[in-house]
Each structure stands twice: as C-alpha cells, then as structure tokens.
C-alpha cells in the first residue's frame, strides 16, 4: 500500500515587518516579560530588519524604558532561584550566555537572600539524598555532590552542607 507524498515549500517565507511595525512588535515582547538586548536583538533580525534598523530600535526601546539589562538580570535571577532552584554559579552562567556584563549580573545575583538560598541547597540535598539508593556512602555522596555542583552551586557551600547534612541526617 502506498501514499501519495504531499509536497512541502523549501521555508516557510518569513514575514518582513517595517522599522515601525516591528518596533510595537518588540514593544509588546518586552512589556510581556523582561527581556534582555540578545533577545530582542534576535527577535528583529528574524523580523528582516537591518543591523542598522535593529540597533535603532534597541536603542528607542531602551530609551523608552522597555528594555533595562539590570531590571532582567534582577527578574532572571529571582526566577531561576526560585522556580529551578539553581545556584548563582548556573545563574551566572546563563546570564553571560545573554551577553549581561559583570555588573548587572552581580546585580542580579545580589537578588538572592543567603539564608533562603543555604534553605534550598539543603531541601535539595535531603531530597535527592532520600532519592538515590545506592547503598555505598561515598558514591551516595559524589552523586549528591555531582548534583548539587550541576545546578550550579558553589563548591565550598556543597561541602558545607554535606557535612552539616550527613553529620546530623
């Protein structure tokens, strides 16, 4: 039995905004939810617009107060703690990949509450402690380790809380 193939363009052709359409676009991109310049950089180039249209309205939005690279690595930073619970070295390293520069990402970072942030690390650690099976401790331990150190927590405050943790369990 055989089917008749349907046939598909290339690419889908992508729509061209003007320079003013784009800009209540990206207006409406960024009053959503904070963005920072790289993505809405992007946002414009898949709109069609020139390096020199895009850097045009980047810089109205700025002006206009749309776009504020401390305002989303304050927002970025909260969220990421809160909603993935990820330690401030994978937040760091995320924001970078945003191209933020060093001051707004301390900024941002500056938004986590050191007693709530030692809180999580530790609700983490008790919960995947309880998780894993294996009955050898020091493997038991270097997965912890490992996972902690994944979700971007510094090591020094890792060791801290494995001891804290497997002293009193």
Known sequence: M????????EE???KSFTPEEAKVKVAAYCAYQERCQKEVRERLFDYGLSSQEVEKLITSMILEGFLNEERFAKAYARGRFRLKRWGKLR?????KLRMLNDTCINIGLKEIDEQEYWDT????AE???????????????NKLYQ???????????IQAALEKFIDNP
């Open 121 to 124: 690390l530790m609700y983490l």
């Open 12 to 14: 889908p052709p992508g």
């Open 127 to 141: 919960k995947k402690w309880l998780k894993l099976g294996d009955n050898d401790f020091h493997k038991k331990k």
């Open 91 to 95: 937040i760091k390293k995320e924001l």
């Open 147 to 157: 996972f902690l150190s994944y979700k971007g927590f510094e090591s020094e405050i």
């Open 2 to 9: 055989s089917f008749q193939r349907k046939e598909y363009p």
